[in-house]
């Protein structure tokens, strides 16, 4: 199982960037996806989540501004960033609970993360 993010970039603070990520391989559901972010020196943390229903929940901090989406038929899932600020310039990382067939249980996944940068 892969997950591949893609849309990352450089943008200025106001602007808007949409990030997609593509789980592929050997799945048979996947339950909840979302998407963390790191910045430089600071923990990993979570953005939003989204689950199978197709139910969001956010970071208060993104709120507003953020919205997380998802396809089930395509297995991705997007967030589109609006109104960017400089302290959302961060690696983002989006994550999946995969099951691979009926008798497993979900395991996470991680994408190899994509990079945001707003500049003031």
């Known amino acids: 199982v892969q997950l591949v993010e893609s849309g990352g970039g450089l943008v200025q603070a106001g602007g808007s960037l949409r990030l997609s990520c593509a789980a592929s391989?050997?799945?048979?559901?996947?339950?909840?996806m979302g998407w963390y972010r790191q910045a430089p020196g600071k923990q990993r943390e979570l953005v939003a989540t989204?689950?199978?229903?197709?139910?969001?929940v956010y970071v208060d901090s993104v709120k507003g501004r953020f919205t997380i989406s998802r396809d089930n038929a395509k297995n991705t899932v997007s967030l589109q960033m609006n109104t960017l600020k400089p302290e959302d310039t961060a690696v983002y990382y989006c994550?999946?609970?995969?099951?691979?067939?009926?008798?497993?249980?979900?395991?996470?996944?991680w994408g190899q993360g994509t990079q945001v940068t707003v500049s003031s």
């Open positions: 994550n999946a609970e995969i099951r691979r067939s009926y008798y497993t249980t979900g395991n996470l996944y």
């Open positions: 391989g050997s799945i048979y559901d996947i339950n909840a």
């Open positions: 989204i689950t199978s229903g197709g139910s969001p």
